[in-house]
């Protein structure tokens, strides 16, 4: 099998290169490229995704799949080549079904329905924005229904994101949570004025905090040789190969924590990308698994490092000194609970860790309407104020700080908001278990030293790339399944102490 | 012939698209890609280069040409249809002959090369940089074989910047102006003190020079919205799109020539592509026809107006402005005079007027002898130097200075350098053509308007993107051929005005 390895890899490689390429001209887009470049953007980005997907689709990766699938039962599971033929022939099986048309349509739409929604988010015209969601949820529908049959017609697109996950499953892992999230945000506003975070607010120079967050993020082990950030209207990472991972992040001139915390929170995506093992490069498993698992990965270092007190132990005297105004007489107590202020908002990236599920729960339950037919777009605006009114109490006054604030429709990515909340669960998880690795964690964070806690990321999770799907990587790592109690437990207790409840 | 043309159109689309794609990044690779980004980027470009000639030299294209290419004889010559027969007709007999693996090939070596060229370059360490050389030059012959027969080596190589230009010709066209060159250096050389630079070099803030280099763009016409400015080891400029055409500079705190023209320059060449007609997007025909004709758009801008003195009149107090230090008590004479100082110098870029074609000669010498094998890469440097002193009366002291500076062989451009003496030559047939049309160019260039120079490019030169071939472009415009007479009546004239010769 040999021959047929060597062959199926060579294919892959100029698969991979293309779908890599389409990621440069695609952060490209979102970084530097001028108003004007749109149109033609969307037709390079519309023939690389379409190439990419035509060569993938062949009979030829078919037969030598056909061949090569039998044979790798009898491979060490956990090989790179038994992964791969696994991972490509589950992939190969779903993509096989969509139209190379359909895809380069869809690249082609959202290239441009991207550009539509900077220019609306920033009119704060939800109007603006309309024909360009509508061609495509239009779109992704109908990719969704060349992946028939289906229980639920959200499932193939939530599978793009979180292999094997199903609609079912995310409900009630919702169900789960929903009630214990909305009575925690109850008797957390009984105690509002516990916490303060006036200190955040304030004239925070933007070069300044450039500096600060990417060195954390460098101490994490973010590596500027093989990255860089730049700017750009919605904070995000991407990967060009693990040797070339760029992170991006907006900055808020009065507002420490949206850059801060943002840029902690790529560095983790990033971290992940970094850490794949070089021999999967241009394999096609050389990337995270799924968005969940990625998401596990950014909320980890932004979160459970970033907003834990011995993190601050070290880097609040750091922080200080860049910024001597704001916080020079401030404790490190304060900042700790500043930072962890929970209070119904209307930005999901700028939730606090308890709300945050909240923002996602609103996404996924509107986007199972509008993909169903239950809601129209017409309504959409309205539906997501009233949702937010209902689940956390507050209202937007426009689009923008509603149903424009994110990015994420307009790039065709409906069905990936749950992964958000996916992440949130599996990382606490991943922390419990590495901690029982490393029983010096705390004491590690609080002195600044992230090394044995990214060793072990990268034998553990980083270094598999896609390897294993999102379910054996947390059966390999905890031993069990996925699980929302060791996640509410760590926010039922974190906040229990800020809040004194 | 309408389902045919259709046909060829759709395909050569996604060529365009995979070639353009390769310019973003390739422009990447030199603006923002981090070091380790190298490796995968090589073989990312050599991907898209690769599969753009596998999709275009295919049977169903040769087929559709065979079809179209009688018939387009009936057509309209000026038509796009008519010229994108021809154009692509000829292209595609030129490539067919080369395998794509070959193209893929250069295209992994070349970004590689670049790379190693940045690091040799920063290093002064031309050993470092054999090995690519070496590499890429074995590679660039192998490529010209393949267009076997050729009266010389260089023919093939030289039609791919400058389609049906023969080596013979830029022989005799060197032939004609070398002496008259060395003898007009050697005439100023007597009169050296007559015109000083000294107050060009001084500390000069970024900045301010970034702002006024931009600015003068966008009065000539380059457009921000459909374009950008960004930092570059070697400015160049490069089309994704007409609607997207980039430009990169590079800053010198202390000499203030070098972005302030390097800009115009650039400019010139963003100029001409953002002027392609926007009918012709996608098509193949979507960008300049040749290096010469490019080089004349940005040399006219740079010099004929950028270095003239109605153009200082309006410019120079706003420069003034910007500089009161190093230019507040200069006359706009002695500027105008410093910024047209000829000197033998070391470096091409910051070359002036006089002596700049003698660098593109030294460099066209050396290639004919490196592809011939007259010449060994081990005795380069040296050869190098020895022509700089017997040419220009210089020596690098350093390969930096020497033959490491230009980024050209490293992206396997050998061939190329003389289409910078050629987009010289034409630039002043061009413009005198300009001139005969537009009485008023020199009163409208003092007074900061640009417009009608614009137009009258736009409408001769820019809009017809690749329709027609240099010879015929020239035709067109000056109703002769390339001639070199009205180039050096014109150095004579200016530089007798300005060294009193």
């Given at each position: 099998m040999e021959k047929q390895l060597t062959e199926l890899k060579t294919l892959l490689a100029e698969v991979v290169d293309l779908q890599r390429s389409a990621s440069v001209l695609a952060w490209e887009q979102q970084t530097y490229m001028p108003p004007g470049g749109g149109a033609a953007r969307a037709e390079q980005l519309a023939t690389l995704e379409g190439l990419a997907h035509r060569l993938f689709v062949t009979d030829e990766i078919g037969a030598l799949l056909a061949e090569l699938h039998p044979a790798a039962d009898g491979w060490d599971y956990d090989s790179d080549d038994a992964s791969l033929v696994r991972f490509i022939s589950r992939k190969y099986g779903r993509e096989r079904h969509i139209p190379s048309e359909?895809?380069?349509?869809?690249?082609?739409?959202?290239?441009?329905?991207?550009?539509?929604?900077?220019?609306?988010?920033?009119?704060?015209?939800?109007?603006?924005?309309?024909?360009?969601?509508?061609?495509?949820?239009?779109?992704?529908?109908?990719?969704?229904?060349?992946?028939?049959?289906?229980?639920?017609?959200?499932?193939p697109l939530l599978d793009e994101y979180e292999p094997e996950m199903k609609t079912a499953e995310v409900r009630a892992m919702f169900a789960a949570i929903k009630d214990e999230l909305i009575e925690l945000v109850h008797d957390i506003s009984a105690r509002a004025d516990a916490v303060s975070d006036e200190m955040l607010h304030g004239d925070f120079d933007i070069e300044l905090q450039r500096a600060f967050g990417l060195q954390v993020a460098q101490k994490f082990g973010y590596d500027l040789e093989r990255g860089r950030q730049d700017e750009a209207p919605h904070p995000f990472c991407t990967s060009f190969s693990s040797d070339d991972v760029r992170i991006t992040t907006?900055?808020?001139?009065?507002?420490?924590?949206?850059?801060?915390?943002?840029?902690?929170?790529?560095?983790?995506?990033?971290?992940?990308?970094?850490?794949?093992?070089?021999?999967?490069?241009?394999?096609?498993?050389?990337?995270?698994?799924?968005?969940?698992?990625?998401?596990?990965?950014?909320?980890?270092?932004?979160?459970?490092?970033?907003?834990?007190?011995?993190?601050?132990?070290?880097?609040?005297?750091?922080?200080q000194a860049a910024f001597p105004g704001a916080l020079g007489a401030v404790d490190v107590e304060a900042f700790y609970r500043a930072i962890n202020r929970s209070k119904p908002s209307l930005i999901r990236v700028e939730a606090d860790e308890v709300t945050y599920d909240?923002?996602?729960?609103?996404?996924?339950?509107?986007?199972?309407?509008?993909?169903?037919?239950?809601?129209?777009?017409?309504?959409?605006?309205?539906?997501?104020?009233?949702?937010?009114?209902?689940?956390?109490?507050?209202?937007?006054?426009?689009?923008?700080?509603?149903?424009?604030?994110?990015?994420?429709?307009?790039?065709?990515?409906?069905?990936?908001?749950?992964?958000?909340?996916?992440g949130n669960l599996i990382s606490v998880q991943l922390l419990n278990s590495a901690r029982e690795a490393l029983p010096n964690l705390d004491a590690d964070i609080a002195a600044g030293e992230f090394g044995a806690l990214l060793g072990w990321l990268r034998e553990n999770i980083h270094c598999h790339g896609s390897k294993f799907t999102p379910r054996e990587l947390v059966q390999r790592v905890t031993g069990g399944e996925m699980d929302s109690r060791p996640y509410m437990r760590y926010l039922r207790e974190k906040y229990s102490d800020i809040y004194a409840l």
């Amino acid at each position: 099998m040999e021959k047929q390895l060597t062959e199926l890899k060579t294919l892959l490689a100029e698969v991979v290169d293309l779908q890599r390429s389409a990621s440069v001209l695609a952060w490209e887009q979102q970084t530097y490229m001028p108003p004007g470049g749109g149109a033609a953007r969307a037709e390079q980005l519309a023939t690389l995704e379409g190439l990419a997907h035509r060569l993938f689709v062949t009979d030829e990766i078919g037969a030598l799949l056909a061949e090569l699938h039998p044979a790798a039962d009898g491979w060490d599971y956990d090989s790179d080549d038994a992964s791969l033929v696994r991972f490509i022939s589950r992939k190969y099986g779903r993509e096989r079904h969509i139209p190379s048309e359909l895809v380069a349509e869809i690249a082609r739409t959202t290239a441009l329905a991207q550009e539509a929604w900077v220019r609306a988010r920033q009119a704060a015209d939800y109007p603006m924005f309309k024909p360009h969601l509508q061609k495509v949820l239009a779109l992704r529908r109908q990719q969704a229904e060349c992946l028939a049959p289906y229980e639920h017609i959200y499932d193939p697109l939530l599978d793009e994101y979180e292999p094997e996950m199903k609609t079912a499953e995310v409900r009630a892992m919702f169900a789960a949570i929903k009630d214990e999230l909305i009575e925690l945000v109850h008797d957390i506003s009984a105690r509002a004025d516990a916490v303060s975070d006036e200190m955040l607010h304030g004239d925070f120079d933007i070069e300044l905090q450039r500096a600060f967050g990417l060195q954390v993020a460098q101490k994490f082990g973010y590596d500027l040789e093989r990255g860089r950030q730049d700017e750009a209207p919605h904070p995000f990472c991407t990967s060009f190969s693990s040797d070339d991972v760029r992170i991006t992040t907006r900055f808020n001139g009065s507002f420490l924590p949206s850059a801060l915390f943002g840029t902690l929170h790529e560095a983790g995506h990033a971290l992940y990308e970094q850490g794949v093992a070089p021999d999967l490069a241009r394999s096609g498993l050389d990337t995270g698994i799924s968005l969940g698992v990625h998401e596990s990965q950014s909320r980890l270092w932004e979160n459970l490092v970033g907003r834990s007190r011995p993190f601050w132990q070290h880097f609040f005297p750091q922080l200080q000194a860049a910024f001597p105004g704001a916080l020079g007489a401030v404790d490190v107590e304060a900042f700790y609970r500043a930072i962890n202020r929970s209070k119904p908002s209307l930005i999901r990236v700028e939730a606090d860790e308890v709300t945050y599920d909240l923002h996602i729960i609103i996404r996924f339950e509107l986007e199972l309407d509008l993909l169903t037919g239950a809601l129209q777009l017409d309504e959409l605006p309205a539906a997501w104020n009233d949702k937010y009114e209902r689940y956390l109490g507050v209202r937007p006054e426009n689009d923008a700080e509603g149903v424009l604030q994110d990015i994420h429709w307009s790039t065709g990515a409906i069905g990936y908001f749950a992964t958000y909340s996916i992440g949130n669960l599996i990382s606490v998880q991943l922390l419990n278990s590495a901690r029982e690795a490393l029983p010096n964690l705390d004491a590690d964070i609080a002195a600044g030293e992230f090394g044995a806690l990214l060793g072990w990321l990268r034998e553990n999770i980083h270094c598999h790339g896609s390897k294993f799907t999102p379910r054996e990587l947390v059966q390999r790592v905890t031993g069990g399944e996925m699980d929302s109690r060791p996640y509410m437990r760590y926010l039922r207790e974190k906040y229990s102490d800020i809040y004194a409840l």
